[in-house]
C-alpha cells in the first residue's frame, strides 16, 4: 500500500511538474518520463539487484525522448524533481539504468545537487 501511495504520488507530482514548465524548454513531458521510470523504483531503492524488463522498457522510452541536450536537460530535471518522492535511492543506479538494461546510452549521474544544464548529449 505504500508503494502504490508512493507511485501516485511522483504521477502527481511529475503532472504539476510539466504543466509548470515552459513549452519552448522541451518536449519532454515529465509525466511520461515518471511513468515509464515507476517501474524502476525497486531497483533505484535497492530493493532488487536487476531492474525489471518492464522498467528496462521504460528507461528505452525515456532516452527516446531525449534526442538532443535540451531534451536530456528536461528528462534529468524531471528525475531530479521526483527524487524527494523516492526515498532512499541509489543515485548511480539511476546513471547506471540504461547499462543495467543493455542499453548504451546513460543517464546523467542526477541526483539532488546535480546541475541538469550541465548533462551532455551522448
Known amino acids: 500500500m505504500a508503494r502504490l501511495i508512493v ?13 509548470s514548465r515552459p513549452a519552448a524548454v522541451a ?4 509525466m511520461s518520463v515518471n511513468d515509464n521510470l515507476v517501474p524502476c523504483l525497486p531497483y533505484v531503492t535497492d530493493e532488487v539487484s536487476e531492474p525489471s524488463s518492464g522498467c528496462c522498457e521504460g ?17 534529468c530535471n524531471c528525475i531530479k524533481a521526483d527524487l524527494p518522492e523516492m526515498g532512499k535511492v541509489d543515485t548511480p543506479r539511476i ?6 538494461c543493455g ?7 542526477i541526483d539532488s545537487n ?6 551532455s548529449e551522448f
Open 27 to 30: 518536449a519532454v513531458s515529465c
Open 95 to 100: 546513471a547506471g539504468l540504461p547499462t543495467a
Open 114 to 119: 546535480y546541475d541538469c544544464s550541465m548533462a
Open 59 to 75: 528507461v528505452q522510452r525515456v532516452l527516446d525522448y531525449a534526442p538532443s541536450k535540451p531534451d536530456l536537460v528536461a528528462v
Open 103 to 109: 542499453i548504451s546510452r546513460n543517464f546523467p549521474p
Open 7 to 19: 507511485l501516485v504520488l511522483i504521477a502527481t507530482v511529475g503532472a504539476i511538474i510539466s504543466a
